[in-house]
T-cell receptor
């Protein structure tokens, strides 16, 4: 079993739709939860991060962490064609040298 | 802020030659730098972790003598692919971390290496 599981997609939605991206994990020691966006042939850019459980909102993006279920989500409201990218979840803990573990990434296509 | 650059952005080389990739943190000092490899439609694979002034820590299965990492300063790390072969063709991405928490990791734009 991988430490972080993420459906690779692809996920195709019409413009304006609400997108839900998810990851599950197995290591209960994870404390930091991040979402990165990666455009084709570019490096990942940090979208949002959450420490421990809870929700965090930033514009059209909302990140949720449920540590009891070991489940994290990223919601994108009013999706735009420019949101088309690969979204990677990532997580790390204070142990193990703060190594960050990445999900496989979900490819998202938002159609105009 | 928190900009990481990589040079070159793409490189084509002949089999058997060596290629050096630079990773720089432009507006901050990085305590730790990471090197990743990414195959098409796959996630990031951590190759090694480097701290300034010390030897890099390589992940299992990564050849130390093939992928040489030098972290000479708090703003510069280099990855040298020695005696490159076609199977080394990939997208190499570096990242730099400011502190110790996971969210303080910032990625470079990547370097696409093609070995003929």
């Amino acid at each position: 079993q991988k430490e972080v599981e993420q459906d690779p997609g692809p996920l195709s939605v019409p413009e304006g739709a609400i997108v839900s991206l998810n990851c599950t994990y197995s290591n209960s020691a994870f404390q930091y939860f991040m979402w990165y966006r990666q455009y084709s042939r570019k490096g990942p850019e940090l979208l949002m991060y959450t420490y421990s459980s809870g929700n965090k909102e930033d514009g059209r993006f909302t990140a949720q962490v449920d540590k009891s279920s070991k489940y994290i989500s990223l919601f994108i409201r009013d999706s735009q064609p420019s949101d088309s990218a690969t979204y990677l979840c990532a997580m790390s803990s204070n142990t193990g040298g703060f190594k960050t573990i990445f999900g496989a990434g979900t490819r998202l296509f938002v159609k105009a | 802020g928190a900009v990481v650059s990589q040079h070159p952005s793409w490189v084509i080389c002949k089999s058997g030659t060596s290629v050096k990739i630079e990773c720089r943190s432009l507006d901050f000092q990085a305590t730790t730098m990471f090197w990743y490899r990414q195959f098409p439609k796959q996630s990031l694979m951590l190759m090694a972790t480097s701290n300034e002034g010390s030897k890099a820590t390589y992940e299992q299965g990564v050849e130390k003598d093939k992928f040489l990492i030098n972290h000479a300063s708090l703003t510069l790390s280099t990855l040298t692919v020695t005696s490159a072969h076609p199977e080394d063709s990939s997208f190499y991405i570096c990242s730099a971390r400011v502190g110790t928490e996971g969210h303080t990791q910032y990625f470079g734009p990547g370097t696409r290496l093609t070995v003929l």
